[in-house]
């Protein structure tokens, strides 16, 4: 196990970090640009003959443009990647296609090259800071401006990530991208506790609440914001990595809606989201809950953590030997298997455990980490948990898989 | 009954008025007729039919016809219930249910014709408490009143100098609209906007109901029934029922249902009026309290990162500010600092703070002097409460960022090297508000581009958490943690600063925690762009 890479999984899943066909908000676009429209100017347009519009539009590749901004963030030169953003929207490509498919792509990409093991977690963190500040440039640029005031006023609408939840970005996007299609956006950004979002649903009355989760670990706090949004009279979309590659949890949980994307959340919130209908408890949603096995696993998550770790120091001469540094990566990486482990019981979907197990196994490969050491902790935590039939047959399920790959 | 005709029993009108709730049972105990108010009583114990201590009595009775007695029942609603059996030539008898306050007593579970009932009533008081928007709950009230008492509601909103009216069709969506109008015209509405002095709910002549009041695309206004919203002290406004022209009055029952209905949305409308009245004082004083946003300013970038130690809470007892220099080329004070206590009063606390500090600033050349004249402020104050700070004055020198720092009782800032090294800078100074005089000890420390120094409270630092959940964060994690920032741009290296501790602290308690980290721009930088439409973090 060399030095440097986590023993056992990352620290903690980067910013659209997908997993197997997981998609994270938005979906990059790998098909060249779209002519953008650009419209014709109408005072003129009578006047100047034969002229038409698609000559006057300059051809912006996006698939180039992708490249070139890549290679601005990655090596930190933000000056450049505004520069090529601001030159693009210049050149007349739409705003949206550059907020979704030019850096909502770079940002799927970071992602992607993270879970490769060719960027570090802190130059993930760097990009992303970047990548913020080019949104944030952008989104002053007058061409935004332009085309916001074209569209009609569609109501109003709070974008908020999930209480814990700290990829924002996927969020910020969505924000960008509604302003744009002539929303009022409230955006509450990363770290929104539940209660000051409800109390904000309650002062603003918004049309719509649009939930961003990446981690699929924030699915119980998701399930939170979501009844009680309905509960104050807003419907909900849901969107994000956490909610499945086909929205499954989204629907599991309640939601009135769900998106796989921004473009596909603008559509759906544009057509208008019904009413909740009577209020109700989470708990009518998920009735496996009241085998308590979800509340025993996430309370004593730090005593499974703790003989899982003695467990590995006992049976594995290596684990006995690592440094500080190590060891605290190892509690880090151990306790993660044990909240997706919870969350799975939240859910009752097995799938989901399987799914963080078998990425986690692509990341430790990735690395050239052998993957012996989570086999060996699943195990563990299934004779700690042997009352528990659920969990029980979730590490099961885990460990056949991981026999399988 | 022996004199009942063919003709009366197939027109069973009769049943709706009749004084007392009745039931026709066939031969076999199946149930054939039976008026409105039977089948509420009967609802009550049997989910559907007849329940069992009424069959039980309906078999019982002697096959010779000979005239059998009451049989008594103690229903879990209504009470005692006699019910006397009358035997019909076909074989079926009318059970004929005596409850010692008759219909009346059954009268509030229903309006009319058994479409509105204590189950809609129920159903409706949960759509109302749901939210606590004013706008929401108007809405509720017209989709609602239009929709199970009238053909078309209108809700007058309290408050306000023009009339503010919500106005629903029966299965259309609600409408907001601004009248100018004189509420007296409509009698009882202007008392009712009032709350005072209570009216009852009354009829008004169709005809002479404005034309303001009547819902846009309904057609000839058959009836008008006004009715206050009661709002306990607070003025919640009216409901205005309206019914089509030839769609018939409304009856006793409805009404009933109508004032019981508008006693609930009174006292939804009144919680969300004070509800929002509250919430507005609350954010007009949380506004002067809340931690600013940084941004970039004189060729230094700032980013500052806050979390109060009650969640539910956006304000603690950290703060920390940034005020431009008053002059180009001059020094920008930055500060961060720690009021003993959390929580609201703390928070209060470091209002004043801020402002002494404010008001401080032409003598920022001199960080002992401001640290005194705080220190004398603070003693002479009736508040025991002390504060630790540091206060940074940053000035930009060509490519570098020069950073004069003093603490004063607090933690010395770090100081990230574009190499990874990570140093304390040498400040130390005693704490604000506790002793007769306050000392500090200068440090000046130079940043090349890609460096920052960072600032934080206690509350990074001791945040209890980690695989035990007793262990503190401590200063080498967060060393650590910087060490891996070198060159972030400094809202990066304030995320992940917090990233960690909240990732440390899982679902821990903890204090208020503040950090700010003033960076010296690498080269290629684009600064912070703020001021965006539609944030309202």
């Known amino acids: 196990m060399s030095t440097d890479t986590p023993p056992l999984t990352p620290a903690a899943p980067p910013r659209g970090a997908a997993r197997e066909g997981t998609a994270p908000a938005p979906a990059p676009a790998p098909v060249p640009a779209p002519a953008p429209q650009v419209p014709a100017p109408a005072v003129t347009a009578s006047a100047v003959p034969a002229r038409t519009p698609a000559v006057s539009v300059p051809v912006v590749s996006v698939p180039v443009l992708v490249e070139q901004v890549w290679e601005a963030v990655i090596g930190g030169d933000q000056a450049r990647a505004a520069a090529l953003a601001t030159g693009a929207l210049e050149a007349g490509l739409e705003p949206e296609a550059l907020l979704l498919d030019v850096i909502g792509g770079l940002q799927a990409r970071i992602g992607r090259e993270w879970a490769a093991d060719r960027i570090t977690v802190i130059q993930e963190h760097a990009a992303t800071a970047v990548n913020e500040r080019v949104v944030a440039l952008v989104a002053g640029h007058p061409a935004f401006a332009a085309v916001a005031a074209r569209q009609p006023d569609r109501g109003r609408v709070a974008v908020a990530c999930v209480d814990g939840e700290w990829h924002a970005f996927p969020a910020r996007l969505l924000t960008e991208v509604l302003v744009l299609r002539g929303w009022r956006v409230d955006h509450l950004g990363a770290q929104c506790p539940t209660p000051h979002l409800i109390a904000h649903l309650h002062r603003t009355a918004p049309d719509a609440l649009a939930l961003s989760a990446s981690l699929s670990t924030r699915l119980p706090a998701a399930h939170a914001a979501v009844t009680a949004a309905q509960a104050a009279g807003v419907p909900v979309i849901a969107g994000g990595a956490a909610f499945g590659p086909d929205g499954r949890y989204a629907r599991l949980l309640g939601a009135d809606a769900w998106a796989p994307d921004a473009r596909t959340a603008a559509e759906r919130l544009a057509r208008g989201l019904p009413l909740p209908s009577t209020p109700h408890q989470p708990v009518d949603d998920l009735p496996h809950l009241a085998d308590q096995e979800y509340t025993l696993v996430s309370r004593s998550s730090r005593e499974l953590v703790g003989a899982v770790m003695a467990a590995l120091e006992r049976e594995r001469p290596a684990v006995r030997s690592y440094t500080p540094l190590q060891r605290a990566h190892t509690l880090d990486d151990l306790g993660h298997i044990v909240e997706h482990l919870a969350v799975t019981l939240y859910t009752g979907d097995p799938e989901l455990f399987t799914a963080f197990t078998d990425w986690t196994r692509e990341v430790l490969r990735a690395r050239g980490v052998p993957d012996a050491l989570l086999a060996f902790a699943l195990t563990v935590l299934r004779e700690q948990l042997r009352d528990l039939p659920r969990s029980v047959a979730v590490l099961t399920a885990a460990l056949s898989t991981g026999d399988a790959a | ?537």
């Open chain 2, 1 to 537: 009954m022996a004199s009942s005709s063919p003709a009366a029993t197939t027109d069973r009108e009769f049943l709706n008025a009749a004084p007392y709730p009745v039931v026709v049972l066939g031969p076999d105990g199946a149930l054939l007729h039976s008026s409105p108010s039977a089948r509420r009583l009967l609802a009550a114990s049997a989910a559907d039919g007849v329940p069992p201590w009424l069959l039980r009595a309906h078999l019982d009775l002697a096959a010779d016809g000979a005239r059998p007695g009451p049989v008594r029942h103690a229903h879990p609603v209504a009470g005692p219930v006699e019910a006397h059996p009358t035997p019909r030539p076909d074989g079926s008898t009318v059970w004929w249910l005596v409850t010692p306050e008759g219909c009346a007593g059954l009268l509030p579970r229903t309006a009319g014709d058994g479409a509105c009932d204590w189950e809609l009533l129920t159903r409706l008081s949960g759509l109302l408490l749901s939210s606590l928007n004013v706008d929401r709950i108007l809405e509720t009230v017209a989709r609602q009143a239009a929709l199970h008492l009238a053909d078309a509601a209108v809700v007058v909103a309290p408050g306000g100098r023009t009339l503010r009216l919500v106005t629903c069709l029966r299965d259309g969506d609600p409408a907001h609209v601004q009248v100018r109008a004189d509420p007296a015209e409509v009698p009882g509405l202007a008392e009712a906007l009032q709350g005072f002095p209570p009216v009852p709910s009354r009829w008004i002549d169709p005809d002479a109901a404005p034309q303001w009041l009547r819902p846009a695309g309904f057609g000839r206004v058959g009836s008008v029934l006004v009715t206050p919203l009661p709002g306990h002290g607070v003025p919640a406004g009216a409901l205005v029922l309206l019914r089509a022209a030839g769609g018939g009055p409304f009856a006793t029952e409805e009404e009933v249902f109508a004032r019981l209905f508008a006693t609930r949305a009174g006292a939804a409308v009144s919680a969300a009026v004070m509800y929002s009245e509250q919430a507005a004082v609350t954010d007009l004083l949380m506004r002067e309290l809340l931690p600013p946003r940084l941004e970039h300013l004189d060729g230094v970038d700032y980013a500052g990162g806050y979390r109060a130690s009650v969640d539910r809470d956006r304000i603690g007892g950290d703060f920390y500010d940034v005020h431009p220099a008053d002059q180009p080329g001059g020094e920008t004070l930055a500060l961060l600092g720690d009021v003993s206590g959390k929580g609201l009063e703390a928070a209060v606390m470091t209002g004043k703070v801020r402002n002494t500090l404010h008001a401080l600033l032409p003598l920022a050349d001199d960080h002992g002097r401001v640290l005194n004249l705080l220190n004398r402020a603070l003693l002479t104050s009736r508040h025991t409460r002390f504060v630790s700070l540091v206060l940074a004055s940053v000035r930009r020198e060509d490519d570098r960022v020069r950073v004069r720092l003093s603490a004063a009782g607090h933690p010395a800032p770090m100081v990230l090297r574009a190499d990874g090294r990570v140093t304390d800078s040498t400040t130390l100074g005693s704490i604000v508000g506790v002793l007769p005089e306050a000392t500090t000890c200068t440090d000046t420390v130079l940043l090349d581009p890609g460096e920052a120094c960072v600032l934080y409270s206690d509350g990074i630092t001791e945040a209890k958490g980690g695989p035990t959940g007793r262990e503190q964060f401590g200063e080498h994690r967060l060393r650590q943690a910087l060490a891996q920032c070198a060159g972030l741009p400094a809202e990066a290296i304030v995320e992940r600063i917090q990233m960690l501790t909240a990732q440390w602290l899982r679902d821990g308690r903890h204090d208020d925690m503040a950090v700010m980290v003033i960076a010296a721009p690498p080269h290629g930088h684009l600064p912070v762009v703020t001021g965006r439409r539609g944030d309202t973090a």
